[in-house]
């Protein structure tokens, strides 16, 4: 079955980084748009960035743009997020999800505090 694996969240002071990663299992991850998105305390679940399967298109959401990039590798079926500049509104669960499909991890916890 689909499966979805994200790691690397974790606690940043505000202007860290961090690299987020999704494995990806279970399906033809190359033929698959991947997407991240975050849900942060008390707000609804919000899409974050696209991209598309031979990693040629990326989109972000206007509030990521020029800070977070999305990549990935399809030969280790996984797809990443490398978050520049952390501000406190970044602290979230991240979800990784397969294109458009019911298909999600489980989310991984990245908060930014100082």
């Known amino acids: 079955q689909v499966q979805l694996v994200e790691s690397g969240g974790g606690l940043v002071q505000p202007g860290g980084s961090l690299r987020l990663s999704c494995v990806a299992s279970?399906?033809?991850?190359?033929?698959?748009?991947m997407r991240w998105y975050r849900q942060a305390p008390g707000k609804e679940r919000e899409w974050v960035a696209f991209?598309?399967?031979?990693?040629?298109?990326?989109n972000y959401a206007n509030s990521v743009k020029g800070r977070f990039t999305i990549s990935r590798d399809n030969a280790k079926n996984t797809v990443n997020l490398q978050m520049n500049s952390l501000k406190l509104d970044d602290t979230a669960v991240y979800y990784c999800?397969?294109?458009?499909?019911?298909?999600w991890g489980q989310g991984t916890q990245v908060t930014v505090s100082s």
């Open positions: 279970g399906f033809t991850f190359s033929i698959d748009a």
């Open positions: 991209i598309s399967t031979n990693g040629g298109i990326t």
């Open positions: 999800r397969r294109g458009l499909t019911s298909d």
